[in-house]
């Protein structure tokens, strides 16, 4: 049977062994799921040993580190190595009461599969799996020489596979890397990234008094961490998006004059975005620059919680001794995390009020990703993708980050094909994340093509 034929008759089997992965609640911020985490790494290495790989294992970390799952099919003489990476691990799911249907009981409706992990990025993930599969099983044998290694950690960091990149394993010796964990600009349109942006994330911790106080006996003297962190948010960054942070935009360089056209010419409406996408009444941010150079090319500077004092029904008055914040950096392109860091740390010291001492904790932090377009990988996934789906491959950037891109540069030394199946509208992070079915089944066609056009170049 041909590979692509392989991949049509199968469809019911692929949808019901992504369903089975989907009702794993891999939640790796969440000790309580330790387990789970777990079991979903040993379906990826059972998936590994019945496609019909040479090699599949788990890769432990240190103490309380999530397993890499690695798996390799080397039998393609003289022919590239692509190094396939996905992650196992989701989001928790909370608020649970705004899902439609339980988030781990992955459910179709229409055209699209819910469930929490749908899209990001077990769907994709197993697009991969799944192209692999129809080559091995239908004919015995890959196009290309593949190697997967697939993670439980980048929704909390990737502290293991960044370790693991580190000691510049000669087993991941390879020519590019294929990351499915992007989405297509618009329905439709295959579509390549070529730029994702950096993350440091912090947390900035206020002290205040040696414990918590009565308000009305203490109120008017006793330092208020809230109050605190709330003034130095409110410091950090402008009403019109800009950050005041001293030389944060040092090297901050606009992207070229042809990449800036070519965003123009993408089918983007604001009103559709605003309405579709965001659901509020206006959009924000700097002003002198498009939503969408906003959106991939300018860094940011974002409050994602704020926690201390007391919250419960009712009334308690107090004067909280401790305050927390989440706060997060997005980078662009010659943005260096060490230095950002740096300035960050300096400037919420500066901003900090008289009673207050102040902390802050790096959570994660990984650099800016620009990929080159003029290379056999990237030009061979553009033409794979314009095949399946019958339009010319457009190129973008991305506002999120993935940490593992900017890894495999600076230890592999190799690229990084972008190659995204997800939508805008489906709902990562939040209730009700959707995969769209046709982009499922379609992804894996186009890995598959891409294997082959590979071999041919």
Same mark, same amino acid.
């Given at each position: 049977?041909?590979?692509?034929?392989?991949?049509?008759?199968?469809?019911?089997?692929?949808?019901?062994?992504?369903?089975?992965?989907?009702?794993?609640?891999?939640?790796?911020?969440?000790?309580?799921?330790?387990?789970?985490?777990? #079991?979903?790494?040993?379906?990826?290495?059972?998936?590994?040993?019945?496609?019909?790989? %040479?090699?599949?294992?788990?890769?432990?970390?240190?103490?309380?580190?999530?397993?890499?799952?690695?798996?390799?099919?080397?039998?393609?003489?003289?022919?590239?190595?692509?190094?396939?990476?996905?992650?196992? %691990? $989701?989001?928790?799911? &909370?608020?649970?009461?705004?899902?439609?249907?339980?988030?781990?009981?992955?459910?179709?409706?229409?055209?699209?599969?819910?469930?929490?992990?749908?899209?990001?990025?077990?769907?994709?993930?197993?697009?991969? @799996?799944?192209?692999?599969?129809?080559?091995?099983?239908?004919?015995?044998?890959?196009?290309?020489?593949?190697?997967?290694?697939?993670?439980?950690?980048?929704?909390?960091?990737?502290?293991?596979?960044?370790?693991?990149?580190?000691?510049?394993?000669?087993?991941?010796?390879?020519?590019?890397?294929?990351?499915?964990?992007?989405?297509?600009?618009?329905?439709?349109?295959?579509?390549?990234?070529?730029?994702?942006? /950096?993350?440091?994330?912090?947390?900035?911790?206020?002290?205040?008094?040696?414990? %918590?106080?009565?308000?009305?006996?203490?109120?008017?003297?006793?330092? !208020?961490?809230?109050?605190? =962190?709330?003034?130095?948010?409110?410091?950090?960054?402008?009403?019109?998006?800009?950050?005041?942070?001293?030389?944060?935009?040092?090297?901050?360089?606009?992207?070229?004059?042809?990449?800036?056209?070519?965003?123009?010419?993408?089918?983007? !409406?604001?009103?559709?975005?605003?309405?579709?996408?965001?659901?509020?009444?206006?959009?924000? /941010?700097?002003?002198?620059?498009?939503?969408?150079?906003?959106?991939? &090319?300018?860094?940011?500077?974002?409050?994602?919680?704020?926690?201390?004092?007391?919250?419960?029904?009712?009334?308690?008055?107090?004067?909280? &001794?401790?305050? #927390?914040?989440? $706060?997060?950096?997005? @980078?662009?392109?010659?943005? #260096?995390?060490?230095? $950002?860091?740096?300035?960050?740390?300096? &400037?919420?010291?500066?901003?900090?009020?008289?009673?207050?001492?102040?902390?802050?904790?790096?959570?994660?932090?990984?650099?800016?990703?620009?990929?080159?377009?003029?290379?056999?990988?990237?030009?061979?996934?553009?033409?794979? =993708?314009?095949?399946?789906?019958?339009?010319?491959?457009?190129?973008?950037?991305?506002?999120?980050?993935?940490?593992?891109?900017? =890894?495999?540069?600076?230890?592999?030394?190799?690229?990084?094909?972008?190659? /995204?199946?997800? @939508?805008? %509208?489906?709902?990562?992070?939040?209730?009700?994340?959707?995969?769209? =079915?046709? !982009?499922?089944?379609?992804?894996?066609?186009?890995?598959?093509?891409?294997?082959?056009?590979?071999?041919?170049?």
């Amino acid at each position: 049977m041909d590979p692509f034929e392989y991949y049509k008759a199968n469809r019911e089997k692929f949808l019901a062994g992504l369903k089975e992965w989907l009702k794993i609640p891999s939640i790796s911020t969440l000790p309580e799921h330790k387990s789970d985490v777990r #079991r979903a790494a040993e379906v990826v290495a059972e998936e590994f040993r019945a496609m019909g790989l %040479d090699k599949a294992e788990l890769i432990e970390g240190a103490a309380g580190q999530n397993p890499l799952v690695y798996g390799e099919w080397t039998g393609a003489a003289g022919q590239p190595t692509l190094l396939l990476y996905g992650h196992y %691990d $989701v989001q928790p799911p &909370a608020p649970l009461e705004e899902w439609l249907s339980p988030p781990f009981e992955p459910t179709v409706r229409g055209e699209d599969l819910f469930a929490r992990g749908a899209s990001d990025d077990k769907g994709q993930t197993y697009i991969l @799996l799944k192209a692999v599969e129809g080559f091995l099983q239908a004919t015995g044998r890959l196009p290309i020489n593949i190697k997967f290694l697939i993670e439980g950690e980048e929704e909390v960091g990737g502290a293991h596979i960044e370790q693991y990149l580190a000691t510049r394993p000669p087993q991941l010796q390879c020519d590019a890397a294929l990351v499915c964990d992007t989405e297509m600009f618009a329905p439709e349109l295959p579509t390549l990234t070529t730029g994702l942006r /950096g993350l440091v994330y912090t947390e900035i911790e206020a002290r205040g008094a040696a414990q %918590d106080l009565h308000s009305g006996l203490y109120g008017g003297a006793a330092p !208020n961490p809230i109050q605190a =962190l709330a003034e130095i948010l409110a410091a950090l960054k402008r009403s019109d998006g800009r950050i005041l942070i001293p030389g944060f935009y040092r090297r901050v360089q606009r992207p070229s004059r042809a990449e800036l056209d070519a965003w123009k010419r993408l089918p983007f !409406n604001e009103r559709t975005f605003l309405r579709k996408e965001i659901g509020s009444s206006a959009l924000v /941010g700097e002003k002198g620059y498009s939503v969408l150079e906003r959106l991939w &090319a300018r860094p940011t500077l974002e409050v994602h919680g704020i926690a201390g004092g007391f919250t419960g029904e009712g009334a308690k008055t107090v004067i909280p &001794a401790v305050a #927390r914040a989440k $706060v997060s950096m997005r @980078l662009v392109p010659d943005m #260096r995390p060490t230095e $950002v860091i740096r300035q960050f740390r300096s &400037a919420v010291k500066r901003l900090t009020p008289p009673g207050i001492r102040t902390t802050v904790r790096v959570l994660s932090a990984a650099p800016a990703s620009l990929v080159k377009t003029d290379n056999r990988f990237i030009e061979a996934a553009a033409e794979a =993708l314009a095949q399946v789906f019958g339009q010319k491959t457009v190129y973008i950037r991305a506002g999120g980050s993935i940490p593992v891109v900017g =890894l495999f540069q600076k230890h592999l030394g190799v690229p990084t094909v972008m190659m /995204g199946f997800g @939508l805008p %509208d489906d709902r990562l992070h939040s209730p009700n994340e959707k995969f769209h =079915l046709p !982009n499922f089944y379609r992804g894996i066609e186009a890995v598959g093509r891409y294997f082959s056009l590979l071999a041919g170049r």
